[in-house]
């Protein structure tokens, strides 16, 4: 059974940082892409960051320069280092491969 544990939200001011966990078990972790989203409060998800298993990264643009994905495969667990932040980054934050989700970790950013 696959199982994704997200961890690392909180609340920051606007222009701090966090680095956000995700733990995979259950599964070969190398193999595949990993993704992380978000969901702002009445907003779709919205994709912010996907990593592939040979370490290649894309991002959304409104995160480019700010965010940065990476994966440690041999702790099975991806991360999203996010830098500046600014209020509009404000969401519940999941990680993802294919139609595996975790329950999400909720980042604030506020003054």
């Known amino acids: 059974q696959v199982q994704l544990v997200e961890s690392g939200g909180g609340l920051v001011q606007p222009g701090g940082s966090l680095r956000l966990s995700c733990a995979a078990s259950g599964t070969i972790f190398s193999r595949y892409s990993m993704n992380w989203y978000r969901q702002a409060p009445g907003k779709q998800r919205e994709l912010v960051a996907i990593?592939?298993?040979?370490?290649?990264?894309n991002y959304a643009d409104s995160v480019k320069g700010r965010f940065t994905i990476s994966r440690d495969n041999a702790k099975n667990t991806v991360y999203l280092q996010m830098n500046s932040l600014k209020p509009e980054d404000t969401a519940v934050y999941y990680c993802n491969f294919l139609l595996n989700w975790g329950q999400g970790t909720q980042v604030t950013v506020s003054s």
């Open positions: 990593i592939t298993s040979g370490g290649s990264t």
